[in-house]
């Protein structure tokens, strides 16, 4: 599988994946609503982050997840988890699919995870 870019609106942020997602996710959470990203997943370790003064991060209530957004455009770019990787593991992380080309974004399936109330993932019917 090739790898793939997800590039920020001014081009300052560029993230390398190791391939398309076959699913992105739609949340909606507080902050996810407010952004209106589509997340692939992946572990951090899979993925290539620019450097990180090229990114503001911004972690709110339980501080669980740092999200990152563009310094320069301001695009919201991917989020890291913001507790340290479990023994012999990877953090789980996620990059903003809509930054990525949208021939890859189009062919992904949604999917719907209510993260406000109960955590589970939902069939939606687009």
């Known amino acids: 599988m090739a790898s ?6 001014c081009g300052a942020v560029r993230i390398i994946v ?7 996710t739609t949340c909606n959470c507080t902050i996810c609503h407010a952004y209106g990203a589509l997340w692939a997943y992946y572990t951090e370790s899979e993925v290539v982050l620019p450097a990180t003064q090229v990114t503001h991060e911004y972690s709110h209530g339980d501080k669980m997840i ?8 301001g695009c919201t770019t991917h989020w890291v988890g913001a507790t340290a990787a479990p023994p012999g593991g990877d953090r789980k ?7 990525l080309p949208r021939e890859i974004l189009q062919s992904a399936t949604v999917r719907a995870l209510d993260g406000l109330d109960t955590w589970k993932v939902l069939d939606l019917d687009f």
Do not use: D, K, Q, Y
């Open 4 to 9: 793939v870019e997800a590039v920020c609106h």
């Open 18 to 24: 190791p391939g398309s997602p076959e699913t992105v």
């Open 66 to 73: 740092a999200f990152h957004r563009c310094s320069v455009c």
């Open 93 to 99: 992380m996620a990059i903003n699919a809509r930054l």
